[in-house]
Nanobody, 126 residues
């Protein structure tokens, strides 16, 4: 089970840190990532981390602003979001997959579908 939290209302240029609590398993052999779905937009995976080696990838729209990290002791994955923009407004979910690699191909991150849970709403507005 994956449960995202930490969303809220933030002004443009602000920061938020989202948490993804993993329960029922450590998912040490999985790729865990974050996807979002904004108003009238399609689902988009934006960041992922390979739990086995800690390597991460990001789509271009968040690279340099968002950082994904993993805390094995807490069995959690985080998404630090800085310099937030109105277009980052979306419901953010974490998900995991045992087979799909953590890759960005032709600008698109592969979807992670084995596990996911309820998301958390991030609203960026002044």
């Amino acid at each position: 089970q994956l449960q995202a939290s930490g969303g809220g209302l933030v002004q443009p240029g602000g920061s938020l840190k989202l948490s993804c609590e993993v329960s029922g398993s450590t998912l040490d052999d999985h790729v865990i990532g974050w996807f979002r779905q904004g108003p009238a937009k399609k689902r988009e995976w934006i960041a992922c981390i390979n739990k086995a080696d800690g390597r991460a990838n990001y789509v271009e729209s968040v690279k340099g602003r968002f950082t994904i990290s993993s805390d094995d002791a807490k069995n959690a994955v985080y998404l630090q979001m800085n310099n937030l923009k109105p277009e980052d407004t979306a419901v953010y979910h974490c998900s995991a997959d045992a087979v799909v690699p953590c890759l960005v191909e032709r600008g698109v991150m592969r979807g992670l579908y084995d596990y996911w849970g309820q998301g958390t709403l991030v609203t960026v507005s002044s």
